[in-house]
């Protein structure tokens, strides 16, 4: 008897504390967006990373590729085709190649002596947000509210 009732109470006790996780996971401070397959845009690295201009990184970046294996003579004609620049000491690059090949970055193999390097790809899929109306209309109520408060900055 006692037994019975010790399982029910604590039995009751799981329903409440499964009532009260669903709540709070309904009232949560972040709100879910479902994403569908076609909110998805596939983002390459190369189009977030920037360098400072005219810095030999920048040079280098800018004329390699992501198709064909290019070696350091190459490298040399292009820059100076490109940007105008040539360099006195022609062994400058490789420190830089060789920390863009560390962080793989870019991508290097030597065939018969002769180093090339190229580009890797990397691609990854991102979620567009489709609601940009709704962030618009509440920026437009923060806004309204801040005007009638008389707060002066802005967001």
């Known amino acids: 008897m006692v037994v019975k009732r010790i399982l029910k109470a604590l039995i009751k006790l799981g329903i409440k504390i499964k ?9 949560s401070v972040y709100s879910r967006v ?20 005219n810095t030999q990184a920048y040079h280098l970046v800018n004329v390699l590729g992501f198709d064909e294996w290019v070696d350091m003579p190459e490298i040399r004609r292009r820059i100076k085709e490109l940007f105008g620049v040539d360099y006195k000491n022609e062994r400058s690059l490789y420190p830089y190649l060789k920390t863009l ?15 090339k390097w190229r580009k890797r790809e990397f691609l990854f899929e991102v979620n567009v947000y489709e609601n940009q109306s709704k962030d618009n209309a509440d920026l437009a109520k923060r806004k309204e509210i801040r005007k009638k408060l008389n707060l002066k900055s802005s967001f």
């Open 19 to 27: 009532n009260w996780a669903i709540e709070e996971d309904e009232s």
């Open 34 to 53: 479902e994403y569908s397959e076609s909110n998805k845009e596939l983002r390459s690295l190369w189009d977030f990373l920037s360098f400072n201009e």
């Open 101 to 115: 090949v560390d962080i793989n970055l870019v991508e290097t193999h030597s065939i018969g002596g002769r180093r």
